[in-house]
């Protein structure tokens, strides 16, 4: 057996373990060490190996932003700074028909600028917003679908810990990744609040009403977000503007978060403990499943396989459009079963350089950064698609009383949305990489 016959067997190897439940970083880095041991012949080499992408995989300076980023995301939630988000929204919007979900989206998109991860964001909205819109008379398949949705802006809207992992793999500049995503991740803000809004139309049995606040109360609740709006200007501006690095960046708000949860008294010794543990779990099994990559990209590496599909692909003739929908779809396929860190680990190497051999009119550093947007993009679509997207399940355990299919049924529209939105950056790349030309 040749090795890029090996490197082919692999993958339906790793799905299989995936499917009986192997964690994924376990997963890759069974199919890495099995493969590589098969290559070598000896364990010896495979063993010098492996210290070594150990120590380059975790020696990464970059990598230092995913548990900083993560941590503002448990202060914010301390802080209550979901809630405020989601209370100046509904106060401005929520009277209206479908405003309340249309509220839900909106601080969905709000607490992305300050948490870098969909599962957190659908997690922590889920627990502020699904009450309110039960309350309000909403039908539980919007309500979970709208937050679903929802929860994908928290990989979208800068800082995104899945764009930091992109840009260390393509080697890429993290701050102009962070700029390109901003205009798609507003548009998909906007894309799901048209959805709500013709889902409203279109069963308004479904929607529920609240009555409009008085103009006082709807600006005290909108001061009350003051500590989102520094935050996010200072983290993401410093980090756009040069006077800090995206680790650095992600200390400060961090630390400027902890500070407002504090305040807000909802950091003390007790809740402090409890963020530090929940943000170290999140980054064991981030650094794990980046582990497994590391040994299973390797293994890739040895067997030629992403060089000969680049090849192969290059000399089929197929337009480079044609080329990128394939592999857009693969994306929306794997979403089904995999999570969004682990699909951009195991694939990246691998299509990445098929697309950078490719002619799209653009430089090299604006093509990867818009390929990378898109990957995103589409990545974010597999956490809403049935039947296994995780943001569906992370929000219907938190509704225990809206059977799964409703949610399913209700979400299809914002998957549409999703698809629409992919078509035009794809089409028109300068939507996405105007602000850099800037």
């Given at each position: 057996m040749s090795t890029i016959e090996m490197a082919l067997w692999s993958f339906p190897i790793m799905l299989l373990l995936i499917f009986i439940?192997?964690?994924?970083?376990?997963?890759?880095?069974?199919?890495?060490?099995?493969?590589?041991?098969?290559?070598?012949?000896?364990?010896?080499?495979?063993?010098?190996?492996?210290?070594?992408?150990?120590?380059?995989?975790?020696?990464?300076?970059?990598?230092?932003?995913?548990?900083?980023?993560?941590?503002?995301?448990?202060?914010?939630?301390?802080?209550?700074?979901?809630?405020?988000?989601?209370?100046?929204?509904?106060?401005?919007?929520?009277?209206?028909?479908g405003g309340v979900a249309m509220a839900a989206v909106g601080a969905c998109a709000g607490f992305g600028a300050i948490c870098g991860s969909s599962l957190a964001t659908a997690a922590t909205m889920g627990q502020v917003a699904l009450p309110e819109l039960k309350r309000a008379g909403y039908a539980g398949g919007i309500s979970t679908a709208c937050l679903a949705a929802g929860g994908t802006l928290g990989i979208l809207i800068p800082p995104s810990v899945v764009l930091v992992i992109y840009a260390i793999l393509t080697e890429q500049n993290i701050a102009k990744l962070f700029l390109a995503a901003f205009v798609p991740g507003i548009l998909a803000?906007?894309?799901?609040?048209?959805?709500?809004?013709?889902?409203?139309?279109?069963?308004?049995?479904?929607?529920?009403?609240?009555?409009?606040?008085?103009?006082?109360?709807?600006?005290?609740?909108?001061?009350?977000?003051?500590?989102?709006?520094?935050?996010?200007?200072?983290?993401?501006?410093?980090?756009?503007?040069?006077?800090?690095?995206?680790?650095?960046?992600?200390?400060?708000?961090?630390?400027?978060?902890?500070?407002?949860?504090?305040?807000?008294?909802?950091?003390?010794?007790?809740?402090l403990l409890g963020a530090v543990i929940g943000t170290a779990i999140a980054s064991g099994m981030i650094y794990m499943i980046v582990l497994g990559a590391g040994v299973y990209n390797t293994f890739l590496a040895l067997s030629q396989l992403p060089q000969e599909a680049a090849t192969t692909v290059a000399g089929w003739g197929l337009s480079p459009l044609l080329v990128l929908v394939a592999i857009l779809v693969l994306y929306i396929i794997l979403g089904c079963f995999m999570d969004s860190l682990s699909m951009i680990l195991l694939t990246i190497?691998?299509?990445?350089?098929?697309?950078?051999?490719?002619?799209?009119?653009?430089?090299?550093?604006?093509?990867?950064?818009?390929?990378?947007?898109?990957?995103?993009?589409?990545?974010?679509?597999?956490?809403?698609?049935?039947?296994v997207g995780m943001n569906l399940f992370v929000i219907n355990s938190m509704a225990k009383d809206v059977p799964i299919t409703h949610t399913y049924r209700a979400v299809m529209p914002f998957v549409v949305s999703d698809m629409v939105r992919t078509a035009i950056l794809v089409l028109f790349p300068s939507i996405t990489l105007f602000v850099l030309r800037l």
């Open positions: 439940r192997v964690p994924i970083g376990l997963s890759m880095l069974l199919c890495g060490v099995g493969g590589a041991w098969m290559v070598y012949g000896s364990i010896d080499p495979l063993l010098n190996q492996f210290k070594q992408v150990t120590f380059t995989t975790f020696a990464n300076y970059n990598l230092s932003v995913i548990p900083l980023f993560l941590l503002m995301g448990q202060f914010a939630a301390l802080g209550g700074l979901s809630q405020a988000l989601f209370k100046a929204a509904e106060a401005w919007i929520g009277h209206r028909k803000a906007i894309g799901y609040m048209i959805v709500i809004a013709i889902y409203a139309r279109w069963k308004p049995e479904e929607m529920g009403t609240m009555k409009p606040l008085p103009m006082k109360e709807r600006i005290a609740a909108t001061v009350r977000t003051w500590p989102v709006i520094v935050i996010f200007l200072v983290v993401v501006g410093g980090i756009y503007t040069g006077i800090f690095t995206p680790t650095e960046g992600a200390a400060i708000g961090a630390f400027s978060t902890g500070i407002a949860a504090w305040a807000g008294g909802g950091l003390n010794r007790k809740t190497p691998v299509f990445y350089p098929i697309i950078s051999h490719l002619d799209f009119g653009l430089p090299p550093e604006e093509l990867a950064i818009w390929f990378g947007i898109l990957v995103l993009i589409v990545v974010e679509v597999g956490l809403i698609t049935p039947p």
